[in-house]
């Protein structure tokens, strides 16, 4: 039997992929790490961050970073809108129109050539619209 590091590296890889896409709700790395235990038991937080980072690069996963700390990953990688709880911090996708950047020129964009666009809306989800509620007056 042979061990081929760069096999393992890309099983890993895999499974973190795997792992976003079964949770498939815009998870955090640490979301990303439980799941992908289910499939690599001894899969290290390290290891699940770093692959992570290699498919943001290979452009498999995207970011999303919100008001939140937490940078969350979405394996959805057309050119969508997303909202962030600001009480909880989840993200979840928005069905309105995302922002078209075909027609914007560098000198529009300091120099840049324009490639992608995220647009992170921020409001309050379903579940802490209630406990606000709750906490508020009683009905
Ligand atoms: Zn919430
Ligand atoms: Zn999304």
């Not at 081929?4 to 499974?15: D, E, F, I, Y």
């Not at 709700?25 to 980072?53: M, Q, W």
């Not at 943001?56 to 700390?69: A, D, F, R, T």
């Not at 996708?93 to 914007?104: H, L, R």
């Amino acid at each position: 039997m042979e061990t081929k590091p760069t096999r393992r590296g890309s099983k890993q890889k895999m499974a973190v992929l795997d792992a976003t896409k079964r949770l498939s709700n815009h998870p955090t790395a640490e979301d990303i790490f439980f799941k992908a235990k289910e499939e690599i038991v001894s899969i290290s937080f390290s290891t699940v961050y770093r692959n992570l980072g290699i498919l943001v690069k290979e452009k498999e996963l995207i970011p999303i970073s919100g008001p939140g700390s937490e940078i969350h990953y979405d394996h959805v990688i057309n050119n969508h809108c997303h909202i962030q709880c600001r009480v909880c911090g989840k993200v979840r996708d928005m069905n309105v129109p995302a922002v078209d950047f075909s027609g914007i020129l560098p000198s529009d964009a300091s120099g840049f050539t324009v490639d992608g666009v995220c647009v992170t809306f921020t409001g309050t989800c379903r579940d802490c619209q209630v406990e606000t509620d709750t906490k508020g007056e009683q009905k």
